[in-house]
Every structure is written in structure tokens, then in C-alpha cells.
């Protein structure tokens, strides 16, 4: 006998927590949380950005509830990895160190969410995702 599947909604809102779960675990010794770590990456990704800027590229993970863009940043100012200046947000040099000692354990943590699954698994999920995303979203005319 099998199991009947739950509605879409209910495996999204799991795993968010879930995935965020694991990165409150992975990332308890270097006193990082997913968001901690979604700006450091940004900001090692991109380089110095403005907080509009920065705001508007994690809008898309950062739901009503979660900690805000300058909590965040507060928190990552005042523990020496971000530095400000004017508007303008940027790794320091202890912030880049923590990215990059940090960066092989999110890794393995995406490992650990794709075990058992192909990449294209993955590609055909996200693909899913994205045509769902679309079909929903006023004014999008993806075909």
C-alpha cells in the first residue's frame, strides 16, 4: 500500500524548513544562520553591493518573518565579517575567511538534500518549479 501524496504546498513549506534547519545545525560553530550565510555568499558572489541592491537580490528567500536585511547585517557588522560603508555592504577579510571555511559545509549539505537524486532530476524539478512560479504570477507571459 502507498502512501497518497500531499499537495504541493506542503513538501514546499517542509523542506524550507527543513533546509533551514540543517543550516542552523551546519552552521552553529561559526554562529551563522541560512540568512547569515545567504548575504555572505552574495556578497562573496557579487562583491560590495548597497542594501537596496543586496535587498533586492534575496527578496525572492526572504519571506514575512524572517530577519531583515539590516538585522543581519547588524549582526554580521558587528561580528567583523561585513563592513559599511555609507550604503554600500562588503565582506571583510574575516568574512571572506568564514565564507570560504563555511563554503565546503553548505556544499555537503546540498549533497545531503541530493542524495539519491540525478541532476536531471533536479533540472526537471526546478523546471516544474519555475512553470508553476510563472503560471501564478500576474502578468507573466511565459508560454
Not at 517542509?14 to 554562529?31: K, M, N, P, V
Not at 535587498?55 to 536585511?69: D, E, Y
Not at 565564507?99 to 540525478?118: D, K, Q, W, Y
Amino acid at each position: 500500500m502507498t502512501t497518497p501524496l500531499k499537495p504541493i504546498g506542503y513538501y514546499l513549506k517542509a523542506l524550507d524548513a527543513l533546509i533551514t534547519e540543517d543550516f542552523a545545525r551546519t552552521l552553529s560553530a561559526y554562529e551563522l544562520t541560512r540568512r547569515d550565510w545567504q548575504v555572505l555568499n552574495s556578497l562573496e558572489l557579487q562583491g560590495p553591493l548597497t542594501r537596496p541592491e543586496l535587498s533586492r537580490l534575496l527578496r525572492p528567500f526572504w519571506g514575512p518573518g524572517a530577519r531583515t536585511l539590516d538585522e543581519v547585517a547588524g549582526a554580521l557588522i558587528a561580528r567583523g565579517r561585513l563592513t559599511a560603508d555609507g550604503d554600500t555592504l562588503a565582506l571583510t577579510e574575516a568574512g571572506r575567511r568564514t565564507h570560504a571555511e563555511v563554503a565546503g559545509l553548505v556544499e555537503a549539505g546540498r549533497a545531503r538534500l541530493m542524495r539519491g537524486l540525478t541532476d536531471d532530476d533536479y533540472l526537471r524539478t526546478v523546471t516544474v518549479l519555475d512553470r508553476m512560479t510563472a503560471n501564478l504570477t500576474p502578468g507573466c507571459s511565459r508560454a
